[in-house]
């Protein structure tokens, strides 16, 4: 699991990550705050971005739910 996706997400911004780049993460707590693309597809990465970049969308409670720091250690 990329750490780095987990503490994006709990600061609020949206990511964006390939399928190989999302391995682990609990896509169902993320809600839409986590956007997947195949991997290899960068017109695909792009267009994800750029949609991502023109939305505001909060963290769901499930997120922090799973990952509260005190669950998982």
Aim: contains cysteine; positive net charge; proline residues 1%.
């Amino acid at each position: 699991m990329k750490t780095k996706v987990v503490d994006a997400i709990g600061y609020g911004a949206t990511v964006v990550s390939c399928v190989t780049g999302a391995a682990g993460i609990n896509l169902s707590a993320c809600g839409n705050k986590i956007k997947i693309v195949n991997d290899n597809n960068a017109n695909a990465f792009v267009n994800a971005v750029l949609q991502a970049a023109n939305q505001s969308i909060k963290t769901p409670e499930t997120y922090y739910a799973y990952y509260y720091w005190v669950d998982i250690i």
